[in-house]
Every structure is written in structure tokens, then in C-alpha cells.
């Protein structure tokens, strides 16, 4: 069992033959992961690392029956490449690109919505479940097989996590990238309730992050009695000023919202365990875990 | 991105938004000309790409010829130190001289993408002239929230409800024109805020939009040429501005600990642990996933450029970016740029160990650590002018094995 994706799903890369849409094909079929065909316009009949080449989704779809899109097209063309695929009937796409237009953002939130797709990210790592499948930028080795399932706005911080928690002699059942701009596919709520039904995850860590207000909704969830299995939750950029963005578009805060302490509250009212040093996350949850007698 | 005031309005009047007859300054007689153009009284506006201007004493209103001048020369030159600033202000360069509007009252209106439906949101308030905080603090029954389908756009139900609620039903065509054209201005200019506070109601009985603030996304902005030609830089701190010339995301902080990391999340938590560790970050800085030894070398430029920073912390996690890629990057960049401070160094992820071992056979000296806890109290430490305790003793020793090495 895993999270959303699984040994079998059949990946098409959309932007394959860039200079990170190749590399990262590439990879994720090293890790493993079934890459089926590729897209890009104008490309079409060419192949990249034995992968075939398709100048449409429709085309790669009706030849190579992918289920998962993983996007790498440069952001004035995301959104569209996103609506591409949930036009040819494509149910999860993970999209990696940065720095597409809030507006392209609402409309694209608006379709996925009406058409039931999961759409990962955009500007995250992706996602993986260890020793199965990786559909992402993330460096599989630092992931090991285990009972925690991440899922974080960032993505090194998701690596720092995923790291520590290995070396506690943990792992990881499936780790992902939700995505650091103010408009993402899914928020924790969605991977909170995967996670909960998941047999293999036992329990699960919000690497959240200032601004907007993901981590409260998060809480709110939690508290209502959804969530049975312990939580662990880091929030980043409790020095951060206000008003100013840090680095993701997402983070910033505004006025009263989205401060890391705000979040710690709310996740703490919740009864999920709030790891407020980032250097202690693994220990912290290996300490937790062996006193409630999970592992 | 950030426009001012008088380029916002600029951008209002082309969409048909009534805002108040007036021209930007930029010296104190120049003003005084305009204001006579005008006729008294007028409002002198600073032009900074701050909050806060009017609480600061950058609004004015001045209704003799001599108090223009007067309030013009003062305000010139002067340092605005409003909350969003900080104790060093910014200038004040620009001036706009608007004719002082009528004012029957005050309402508030603003357009902004709400993160937790994904939708532009129009909020709306009878109470304008107060910032909205203190509305939905004080009188939260008074906040209008109507969310926005993108595709069938600001409805004229929805623009009728509006109407109602602020009491425009006497010029209704009037309101109606105007609040779509806001909208239209919302989308077709990208706009991640526009705020009008206040948009006035003026005696003789129309609206009139007397301050606008406008936010433009930054990623529209290759396809919104006209907003990006009204950019003003002269207000950004120079070392940001280098840093993003360069590609690196730098915001400049009060500590003494200069911090050089890849990614948003692990550089916000790398301060976070330096201050958690008792130091101060002075900087927030993300290299991004092309730490290229050009880019490293100009993030050490930038940060040892602060006199006040005394300890430099790296910390990549090589995910993108591989650690060895990184590595021979941080050699080049020390062989470009004298360091005289301690650099406290922790690489780990893709490559890690042929990352490490190119750190040691250079024969440079740096401190290496294992993880971000020991590498975090190492650096407050020997920023703090503290260097004997244990994770500095285990550093000196790794500094002494790489000088072994390197006779060897």
C-alpha cells in the first residue's frame, strides 16, 4: 500500500525533453517508477532515455495509457499544460514548475475541483513513497521504507525531515510536496485523511511554514476527531519579519495572519505534537512513537 | 510587485475609475505649481512603497499658497518612518498634489485572491478610512466578503448586493460602472491587491477613488509589460537588489550570523535554529537549485559585506543541486572572495560524500558539521565570541585534521 501513487502507476512527463524534464525522467525511472512516455510540443517521434516522445497528452495518452502526469513546462505555459492533461482525462498530475501566475492558479483550482483531479503542488518536490515509486525532483536515497507519512510546503525542508526521521531509525510510508505558492492542488487536509486510511502510515508530520493559513484548517480537521493516529507538525519562519516574502510566494505575513505562532497555537489545541526545535524533528518522533508503544 | 499610489491611479483612470485631478512632483516649487494648476486646497502625497504613509505625517493637506510650499520643502528629502520600514525610513522623493476632494464619506473597497477558497474575493466595508484590521476587530458585522467564480467573473447580482449594502442605491449606474471596472482591472492587470481606502462618496454625490493601492504579481509580470516599465528600485536596499541580479533571493536581517542556503523552507528554518542556538541571522538568503560558484561567490560577497556579521553558516541540502557541485562552488567563490570570518559548513544529500571530501582535501579552513542542530549551536558560538565548547573543540580538531592532511 502507499499514498496516491503506487508501484504501478503509469507516469507521463510533460516537458520531458527540457534540461530538468529529461534529467528528472531519467531518475525517476532509475528509482523505479513506471515512466511511460513523454510530451512536448513540436518533439513529437523523438525519444528521451528510451522514453518515447508525444507533441500531445491526448496522443501519449491514447498510445502509452499514463494515469500520472509529472510537469516540468516553464510557467507562462503550466497552467495550460495542467488543463492539458486533466483534458485527456489524466486524475493526478504532479506539477514541479515555479512561478506560475496566481491568476492561471484560480482558474486551473477552479477546473480540478469540478473534475475530481489531485493536483500536487505546483512549485513542489513531488512526490514518493520509498523503495516504490518517486514522481519528483527529491533525492530517493535520503528516503527509507517505514510508517511516517510527510507532507510539507517546502521542498529541502521536506529532504531535512524525511533525513532526520531516517536516521531515527524511522521511515517514511510516503512523503509529499504540497507545494510553497499561495494556490496548491491539495492542502493537508486532503493527505491528512490519506494518511488516516493508509494501513502502512502510522503517523504522519505538517512541515508547514508562515503565511496563509493551511496549518489552522489543518488543526481545525484534526481537532474535529478525524485524525486517530499521532500528528507531528514544524512550522519554518517563526524570526521571519512581517510583510516580507520569503523566498515562496506563500510565505509571508500579512498583518495578523499566517505567523508561526498562530499555527503552533492552533496545531497545539489540536493535540498534535508541535516540534518547535527543527534540529529534534526525527528524535522527537522516535521518542513519541516508542512511548505510545507504536513501534 | 509594489506600485505607487500615483501610478496606480494612473492605471484606475485608464479603466474609467474616477480618482482626484493631480500630477506627481518631484520638487518643492514644481508642486507649488501644480497646486496653483489645481486650486487650494490640495492633499500632498508621499510617493513611498510603504504602508503606514498617513499615520507617518507623509499626508498633508495644505490650503494656503505658502503652507504648500512649506509642507512641500519639509516633506522633500525627508526620512518616513512608518511601521513597515523600520527604525532607517525611506526618503521621500516623489510627491503627489491632488485637489482636496469633498468628502461626504468614507468606504472601503479592495480585490484580492483569497488562499482558502483559491478565488479573488471582493471585500467592502461602510466604514472606509480605517485600515480593515481594525474593522473586522471592531465591527466585524460591517465586512462584505463576496467571492468571485473566475470564469462567469464579478456578477451583476453580486455587484447589486453590493450597492445595497454601502447605500449607493442613488447613484447606482455610477457604482455599478465602476466596481466591474475595478474588477476588470483586478484581472487584466494581474493584480494580487488592489485596495481603495478610501473611496469617498464626495459631497456632490459621486465616488471617487482617492487612494488606491496596487499589488502586481511578480510572476504576471513577463506578460504585463506596461506595469513592469512603472518599476521603482530606488527604494529596494542595494544588496538585495545585487543578490537578485544574480538569481539569489536575499532580505537583509539585523544579526550577526550570515546564512547561505538552498531552498525557501530549510533557509527560514536555518534562522529559525541559529536563534533557537542563541545567535542572530543576518540575512535570509536562498542560492535556489543552481548554486553555480559565481552565485556562491557573489552570496559571500553580499554577506560579508555587513560588518556586523562575524560567523557565516552554509547549509545545502543537495537534492537538485549535488553536494560536489556545491563544494568546488564554494572553493572557487573563497578563491574569488577573501572570508577572514569562520564558516561553519554542512552539506548533506545527493553527493554528500564526495561533497566533504573535496571541503577537506582543499585545505582551506572551515567548520564542518554533521547536522543542523550541531552546526546551528557552532555558529552561534563562534559568532557569540564563545569558541570552546564542545562542538567547537570538535570543529578546531576537523580544522587540525585538514591541516594534517594538507602537509601530508
Not at chain 1, 523523438?46 to 501519449?60: L, Y
Not at chain 2, 538552498?262 to 535554529?273: Q, R
Request: include cysteine; charge should be neutral; hydrophobic fraction near 40%.
Amino acid at each position: 500500500m502507499a499514498v496516491c501513487v503506487y508501484r504501478t502507476s503509469r507516469v507521463l512527463v510533460q516537458g520531458i525533453t527540457g534540461k530538468e524534464g529529461s534529467y528528472h525522467a531519467k531518475a525517476c525511472k532509475d528509482y523505479g517508477t513506471k515512466v511511460v512516455s513523454g510530451v512536448t510540443p513540436g518533439k513529437g517521434g523523438q525519444e528521451v532515455d528510451g522514453i518515447p516522445v508525444f507533441n500531445t497528452v491526448e496522443e501519449a495518452v491514447k498510445e502509452t495509457h499514463p494515469n500520472v502526469s509529472l510537469i516540468f513546462v516553464p510557467p507562462p505555459f503550466a497552467a495550460d499544460a495542467i488543463l492539458e492533461a486533466v483534458g485527456s482525462g489524466i486524475k493526478t498530475i504532479v506539477c514541479i514548475t515555479e512561478g506560475i501566475p496566481v491568476l492561471d492558479m484560480v482558474k486551473v483550482k477552479r477546473v480540478i475541483e469540478k473534475e475530481g483531479v489531485t493536483l500536487i503542488g505546483p512549485n513542489c518536490p513531488g512526490i514518493i513513497t520509498p523503495g516504490a515509486t518517486k514522481i519528483g525532483i527529491m533525492p530517493g536515497h535520503i528516503f527509507s521504507r517505514g510508517s511516517v507519512g510527510i507532507m510539507s510546503r517546502s521542498g529541502t525542508l521536506l529532504y531535512e525531515t524525511a533525513d532526520q526521521i531516517t536516521k531515527a531509525g524511522l521511515g517514511q510510508s510516503t512523503c509529499v510536496g504540497i507545494g510553497g505558492d499561495p494556490i496548491v492542488g491539495t492542502d493537508y487536509i486532503f493527505w491528512l485523511k490519506q494518511f488516516e486510511k493508509d494501513p502502512e502510515t502510522e503517523a504522519m508530520m505538517i512541515v508547514g511554514e508562515i503565511g496563509g493559513n493551511a496549518e489552522e484548517k489543518a488543526a481545525e480537521f484534526i481537532k474535529s476527531g478525524a485524525i486517530k493516529k499521532p500528528v507531528f507538525a514544524f512550522i519554518a519562519g517563526r524570526t521571519a519579519p512581517p510583510g516580507r516574502r520569503m523566498g515562496h510566494a506563500g510565505a509571508i505575513i500579512m498583518g495578523k495572519s499566517g505567523t508561526a505562532e498562530s499555527k503552533y497555537q492552533a496545531l497545539r489545541e489540536a493535540g498534535v505534537h508541535v516540534i518547535e526545535n527543527p534540529g529534534y524533528i526525527g528524535e522527537t518522533i522516535a521518542k513519541v512513537l516508542k512511548e505510545r508503544a507504536i513501534i | 510587485m509594489k506600485l505607487h499610489e500615483y501610478q496606480a491611479k494612473e492605471v484606475l483612470a485608464n479603466f474609467g475609475v474616477p480618482v482626484p485631478e493631480g500630477r506627481v512632483t518631484y520638487f518643492p516649487d514644481e508642486a507649488w505649481m501644480v497646486s496653483m494648476e489645481l486650486g487650494l486646497p490640495v492633499v500632498l502625497k508621499a510617493q513611498v512603497l510603504t504602508g503606514g504613509r498617513g499615520k507617518a505625517g507623509g499626508v498633508r493637506i495644505a490650503r494656503t499658497s505658502d503652507e504648500v510650499l512649506q509642507i512641500a520643502q519639509e516633506l522633500f528629502g525627508k526620512k518616513l518612518v512608518t511601521k513597515q520600514t523600520g527604525p532607517q525610513g525611506v526618503v521621500i522623493r516623489k510627491l503627489l498634489v491632488e485637489k482636496a476632494a469633498d468628502i461626504d464619506r468614507e468606504l472601503y473597497f479592495s480585490i484580492l485572491v483569497d488562499r482558502t477558497t483559491s478565488r479573488p474575493t471582493v471585500i467592502a466595508s461602510k466604514r472606509g478610512g480605517m485600515s480593515i484590521e481594525e474593522v473586522a476587530e471592531q465591527y466585524p458585522e460591517d465586512i462584505i466578503k463576496i467571492p468571485i467564480d473566475p470564469v462567469t467573473g464579478f456578477l451583476p447580482y453580486q455587484i447589486r448586493r453590493l450597492k445595497y449594502d454601502l447605500d449607493l442605491m442613488s447613484l447606482e449606474k455610477e457604482a455599478a460602472k465602476i466596481f466591474s471596472a475595478l474588477y476588470k482591472v483586478f484581472i487584466e492587470k494581474d493584480c494580487s491587491l488592489l485596495e481603495l481606502n478610501p473611496l469617498v462618496v464626495t459631497k456632490s454625490g459621486h465616488l471617487l477613488a482617492v487612494d488606491a493601492k496596487m499589488d502586481v504579481d511578480d510572476n504576471a509580470l513577463y506578460r504585463r509589460k506596461e506595469i513592469s516599465r512603472m518599476r521603482d528600485i530606488t527604494e529596494a536596499d542595494p544588496d538585495e537588489l545585487e543578490a537578485r541580479f544574480s538569481g539569489l533571493n536575499f532580505i537583509k536581517l539585523s544579526g550577526n550570523i550570515g546564512c547561505m542556503v538552498n531552498g525557501a523552507g530549510l533557509a527560514m528554518t536555518t534562522m529559525d535554529i541559529i536563534k533557537l542556538a542563541g545567535g542572530e541571522p543576518a540575512n535570509f538568503l536562498d542560492v535556489g537549485g543552481e548554486a553555480t560558484p559565481e552565485t556562491i561567490a557573489k552570496g559571500f560577497e553580499i554577506i560579508t559585506r555587513d560588518p556586523k556579521v562575524k560567523a557565516i553558516f552554509i547549509n545545502i541540502f543537495g537534492g537538485i543541486v549535488r553536494c560536489d557541485k556545491v563544494a568546488n562552488g564554494i572553493l572557487q567563490a573563497l578563491k574569488k572572495v577573501k572570508v577572514e570570518i569562520p564558516v561553519v559548513i554542512r552539506l548533506t544529500g545527493m553527493n554528500r560524500e564526495e561533497g566533504m571530501e573535496i571541503l577537506k582535501k582543499s585545505g582551506l579552513k572551515f567548520y564542518v558539521a554533521n547536522d543542523l542542530k550541531e552546526a546551528a549551536k557552532m555558529v552561534a558560538e563562534l559568532a557569540n565570541g564563545k569558541n570552546n565548547g564542545n562542538s567547537g573543540k570538535k570543529a578546531q580538531k576537523q580544522e587540525e585534521q585538514q591541516k594534517e592532511k594538507k602537509e601530508k
